[in-house]
């Protein structure tokens, strides 16, 4: 995968991350403009802000590109609830790497929500087709921490599907290519 590519579908991925695997069933967001604070603990930088303004068929489809994307990589998806939060955890593979991601999402899906994810990888990093090729001396794990907010209702410069990843980079979730990995 391009290392262009791939930083335009990390975001993204975050993005869709309340429902971005198939057999997960999260509610939808509620409509209105949205921000996202992402921060990575091996990222030598300050967290990434996305805004991001959706209504029902807009969130519906980011969440189903990326949803059959982790369907095609993940052999175990298992969702549960314990008492006020929803924990996921999956196992997937990208050529010869595997990942074994355990997710808890606090919140509500309708003003805020947070998403702490810890990410354990192994396996043959430089294969074909391994993500990590864009660092292959990457960490082996990883915690990323998603803290969403509505914030209103869509700006007036925004509709519905656009996501704004800052610095300039601003796309619409309609014009987005089904993802594949290669």
Request: with cysteine; aromatic share 4%; net charge negative.
């Amino acid at each position: 995968m391009p290392m262009r590519r791939f930083m335009i579908l990390l975001p993204l991925m975050a993005v869709a991350a309340p429902v971005a695997a198939a057999g997960f069933n999260l509610p939808p967001r509620k409509p209105g403009q949205w921000e996202m604070k992402i921060q990575v603990d091996t990222a030598a930088m300050p967290p990434q802000i996305i805004r991001m303004c959706l209504d029902a068929e807009t969130d519906k489809m980011l969440n189903d590109r990326f949803g059959g994307l982790a369907a095609n990589m993940c052999t175990k998806q298992e969702q549960r609830t314990e008492g006020d939060s929803i924990i996921l955890d999956s196992e997937c593979a990208l050529g010869q790497m595997q990942s074994s991601t355990h997710t808890v999402v606090t919140g509500d899906f309708n003003s805020a929500y947070t998403m702490k994810t810890t990410v354990h990888m192994s396996g043959q990093r430089d294969s074909p087709g391994a993500i990590d090729k864009v660092s292959p001396q990457g960490p082996d794990s990883q915690e990323t921490t998603i803290e969403a907010k509505r914030v209103g209702e869509c700006e007036a410069s925004m509709k519905p599907g656009d996501i704004d990843l800052g610095n300039g980079r601003a796309m619409n979730v309609r014009d987005l290519p089904e993802p594949h990995i290669q």
